[in-house]
């Protein structure tokens, strides 16, 4: 039986944003997981700055401002992102920025 789980919610987190004209074009979203079991949802908000709804097996959903965090450059909007973890742990989200350059948030 599938269910509704409102990560945005349980995180008390930040809404996503809606980007494009009158709300024609929705925000990039992607999810990936990690080797320990933690849950990872990339996603842009509605300040400009690209979040993270993260929960590990242990603990309940959080917020991660990712912009923030790494005093990262704000994603335009509307606009796509991708997100993946690597071998040894460390974490890449990529997206493009309001400059008109490809960034990188990187977690080692």
Do not use: C
């Amino acid at each position: 039986m599938w269910v509704d789980n409102d990560l945005t919610k349980f995180a008390q987190g930040t809404p996503a944003s809606i980007g494009g004209v009158e709300g024609s074009n929705p925000t990039a979203l992607d999810a990936y997981t990690d080797e320990d079991g933690s849950q990872h949802v990339n996603f842009m908000a509605v300040g400009s700055e690209v979040h993270e709804l993260y929960r590990n097996p242990a603990a309940q959903w959080a917020d991660n401002d990712l912009t923030a965090l790494a005093h990262g450059a704000p994603p335009l909007l509307p606009g796509a992102l991708d997100g993946y973890t690597e071998k040894d742990g460390s974490q890449h989200v990529n997206f493009i920025a309001a400059d008109g350059h490809v960034h990188e948030l990187y977690h080692p």
